[in-house]
T-cell receptor, first 116, second 114 residues
């Protein structure tokens, strides 16, 4: 499978616990994005990496959230001291910088987080 | 399974009919637009994109129309099939911008009746 993969697909945790999600982008893609989606809404941008550099963070990303992409390949998103409001689908997408017209982002299947 | 269609605008069509899904975007500086299809429990799937220097772009059974004057996008699906049932989102970005992050609109649930 050459698409974007995410693990785990589902995570149930108790309030106050820390969780970590992983995203493996399409191998040649240098850009990686994290989005969050709640039921009935479109995805909302959280953060963006170009290679290993984190270049933008949304104000939605509180100090309990941290993301890394240490070698410019896979990325992790950690949420510390989870709250019930963190329950959502966390989506990862990747794209390739190009000089051409196309700049589509390819999404993974998402990690569904439920905080009890 | 879960549904991403709760509280969403819904378009119900008969199998074989053409579907038109509309979207209003917010940023007049946006110059790149994408339509995504999202099935229940899955991530968004790319359908078609368009740059702001174009008014129309066609793919297989799908056409995207862009009206920059009123900041409006539409997605036309020809001969709609049951497999087209999903939530459809339009997304905008500034092409060549610092991040190309996508801003998603409110989705539309397409329900295809056999």
């Amino acid at each position: 499978d050459t698409g974007v993969s995410q693990n785990p697909r589902h995570k149930i945790t108790k309030r106050g616990q820390n969780v970590t999600f992983r995203c493996d982008p399409i191998s040649e893609h240098n850009r990686l994005y994290w989005y969050r989606q709640t039921l009935g809404q479109g995805p909302e941008f959280l953060t963006y990496f170009q290679n290993e550099a984190q270049l933008e963070k949304s104000r939605l990303l509180s100090d309990r959230f941290s993301a890394e992409r240490p070698k410019g390949s896979f990325s992790t998103l950690e949420i510390q001291r989870t709250e019930q409001g963190d329950s959502a689908m966390y989506l990862c997408a990747s794209s390739m910088t190009s000089g051409g017209f196309r700049n589509e982002q390819f999404f993974g299947p998402g990690t569904r987080l439920t905080v009890l | 399974g879960e549904s991403v269609g709760l509280h969403l605008p819904t378009l119900s069509v008969q199998e074989g009919d053409n579907s038109i899904i509309n979207c209003a975007y917010s940023n007049s500086a946006s110059d790149y637009f994408i339509w995504y299809k999202q099935e229940s429990g899955k991530g968004p799937q790319f359908i078609i994109d368009i740059r702001s220097n174009m008014d129309k772009r066609q793919g297989q059974r799908v056409t995207v129309l862009l009206n920059k004057t009123v900041k409006h996008l539409s997605l036309q699906i020809a001969a709609t099939q049951p497999g087209d049932s999903a939530v459809y989102f339009c997304a905008e970005s500034v092409y060549g911008g610092a991040t190309n992050k996508l801003i998603f609109g409110t989705g539309t649930l397409l329900a295809v009746q056999p």
